[in-house]
């Protein structure tokens, strides 16, 4: 049965500061904090102390705050949007209804990622990126400032390869598709080579290999960790960076500016970016051969650690745990990875947590002698997939309906014209 809403108030009477707390569930300190911000008038009481307050005011703030209340996803977001794409539930997640992980470790990154476009496996499919495309990403990158961060230079090329391209505007499937396949492989070729010569051909983690470790001759266990981190990556589901890519399209921005939203959003330290944090810490804990004192500085600054946990995840992250298989298979991983281990047990102690694909990323980028914010541009990198997955699919829905409506709470019009 429904609840009931309680019976209107006496539109003439005031209620006391208690009265009007227990209408609005809240303690008496809440209801003048109301006050201050202007969601609720007070008048003071003639010859005592404390003030009354407007039934009808007290009653209309108490359906606004039902309304919010009621009004967040399971999920615990604040919105929910239809999607065929990916599903996270039990610590598993699955791409098009197949086991995401299974995927990653059996194919390519690029045939992961065309299995997100089209629900179609396309085998030994490799992205190939336009000389004229390269050409001109590659001049905007190289005249950024040498500190310039990942995020930064994929944006940067993004735009730039925009502008190479006269059918941007063009949002059909198959031209989508034609620019999905070109970008990813553009945005590679337009990074700076990691102390040698670049490397334009073959698979996609091995010409971004080349950007990011100044290692000249990696072994194919390695390359296949990068290849499968790709392949974990392409999508999560509605990221803070995918919804910026939705509302993007939803708007029917083309694909290009659709994809700079995503970058815009992905480099906070709450996604994106927190492999970087993970790898500093590895090191750290590599440095002192202990994980216990880094722990207790983190903790002593007040920061959280990271690469512990993750919100859709009450277990372990499947990402996490596939990645590790992977890089157990690697013998110079073999320090980093015990490290890993330390931060876990030592903060078990008082936050029973799991490694999450970020510390996993970590170990990767640090056993690989990749610099920092290596981890921050394979996820960018491997993200890109999925973006233009979640674009292609606004696309097909009706214009701007990723508009949602303000629960204003603000003070209460109309106001004085301010002096």
Aim: with cysteine; hydrophobic share 40%; glycine share 8%.
């Amino acid at each position: 049965m429904r609840d009931q809403e309680p019976a209107p108030l006496d539109a003439e009477r005031r209620l006391s500061t208690k009265e009007a707390a227990e209408l609005l569930g809240v303690k008496p300190e809440t209801v003048y904090a109301y006050v201050s911000r202007g969601q609720l008038s007070s008048r003071r009481v003639t010859g005592g102390r404390g003030s009354t307050f407007d039934a009808r005011e007290v009653e209309a703030l108490a359906r606004r705050n039902r309304r919010d209340s009621t009004a967040s996803s399971p999920s615990g977001g604040e919105l929910s949007v239809r999607t065929r794409i990916t599903l996270i539930e039990s610590d598993r997640y699955y791409y098009r209804g197949v086991d995401a992980v299974d995927l990653a470790m059996r194919h390519t990154y690029e045939e992961v990622a065309e299995w997100l476009w089209t629900g179609r496996m396309r085998p030994g499919n490799t992205f190939t990126a336009p000389a004229a495309s390269v050409a001109v990403a590659r001049r905007a990158v190289d005249a950024l400032p040498e500190h310039a961060a990942p995020t930064d230079l994929l944006r940067v090329a993004t735009i730039a390869a925009a502008t190479a391209d006269p059918l941007r505007f063009d949002l059909s499937e198959d031209a989508v598709l034609g620019t999905a396949r070109t970008l990813i492989p553009t945005l590679v070729a337009a990074l700076p080579p990691a102390g040698h010569d670049r490397r334009d051909k073959g698979p996609l983690a091995h010409r971004l290999w080349t950007r990011l470790s100044p290692r000249k001759d990696p072994d194919e266990a390695s390359l296949r960790a990068l290849d499968t981190a790709l392949a974990l990556l392409v999508d999560h589901d509605l990221a803070a960076s995918t919804l910026a890519v939705r509302v993007a399209a939803s708007a029917r921005a083309h694909t290009y500016a659709a994809v700079s939203a995503g970058l815009g959003v992905i480099e906070g330290p709450l996604h994106g970016a927190a492999s970087g944090l993970a790898h500093r810490l590895l090191v750290d804990v590599l440095d002192q051969g202990d994980a216990a004192p880094v722990i207790a500085d983190e903790l002593r600054a007040g920061r959280r650690i990271p690469g512990l946990g993750h919100r859709l995840y009450p277990g372990e992250d499947p990402r996490a745990r596939a990645l590790f298989g992977l890089l157990e298979q690697i013998p110079r991983a073999e320090p980093a990875l015990l490290a890993a281990r330390d931060i876990v047990e030592t903060t078990a102690r008082h936050a029973p947590l799991h490694a999450n694909v970020d510390l996993a990323l970590a170990v990767l980028t640090t056993s690989c002698g990749m610099p920092p914010t290596a981890g921050e541009t394979i996820f960018a990198v491997a993200r890109t997939a999925g973006w233009i997955a979640h674009a292609l699919e606004e696309y097909g829905e009706r214009p701007l309906r990723m508009r949602p409506s303000g629960l204003y709470a603000g003070p209460k019009p109309p106001q004085p014209l301010p002096e």
